[in-house]
């Protein structure tokens, strides 16, 4: 039986176009680390990145698992704001060290708190240097949203975001960031190994009705 991959599966969340569409997101379960600073520079954000994925390759390795099944380990995401204002990505930040994140891997639904655990004494013995204690297991229900496929650097995403609210508004729907409903982004690119003009970004923003 082929690998699940839930970008196939659900393109409808992993492969949208480049032009704004209004999409309902459900409940999903994901590892995830907060964190603060500029994601270029922060060693905090560097750890983030390894402990979510060392912990995400422990549990796709473990296949003794109950409900146990082979997947593809989605992308990495990430949960944006600001130190001192509501952040929507409509404009450039100056200090990128003002920067507050959650960075988040999705994890299939047999993954139960025992199976996180037994995942976090792995790579305890493996990385002991990482502070695993920052990740978390944790449903994220995000809801309605307004998405789009961001073509090009980060440093440009304003654009795409500005596409993306005037849509909503035109179609009656209000912006809705609040609580952990955020500036969300998807990474279907790595920044290390694409062109900054080839990278792909999956921009998604809470709304509700007005």
């Known amino acids: 039986m082929a690998a699940i991959d839930f970008k196939k599966d659900r393109k409808d969340l992993y492969s949208p ?3 704004p569409a209004i999409v309902e997101v459900p409940e999903m379960l994901f590892i995830m680390v907060d964190g603060e600073g500029d994601p270029n520079e922060s060693q905090a954000y560097a750890d983030a990145m390894q402990i979510l994925y060392g912990l995400s390759y ?3 390795m473990n296949k003794a698992e109950q409900g146990y099944f082979e997947y ?3 992308p990495p995401e990430g949960l944006w704001n600001v130190t001192d204002a509501s952040f929507r990505g409509d404009g450039p930040i100056a200090d990128k060290g003002q920067f507050v994140w959650t960075m988040m ?3 299939p639904g047999f993954v139960t708190p025992a199976v996180f655990d037994a995942a976090r004494e792995k790579l305890a013995k493996k990385k002991p240097a990482l502070n695993l204690s ?3 297991l944790e449903p994220f229900a995000e809801g309605l949203c307004v998405q789009m496929m961001h073509l090009g650097p980060y440093d440009t995403e304003p654009e795409s975001v500005r596409l ?3 849509y909503r508004e035109q179609r009656g729907f209000q912006a809705d960031f609040a609580g952990k409903r955020r500036h969300h982004e998807i990474y279907l690119s790595s920044p ?3 062109a900054p003009e080839t990278m792909k970004t999956i921009l998604r923003h809470p709304i509700k009705r007005r």
């Open 17 to 19: 176009g480049t032009s």
């Open 58 to 60: 422990a549990i796709r």
């Open 72 to 74: 593809v380990v989605p």
């Open 105 to 107: 891997l999705r994890q």
């Open 134 to 136: 920052l990740a978390r």
């Open 164 to 166: 993306m609210e005037h």
């Open 192 to 194: 290390q190994k694409a």
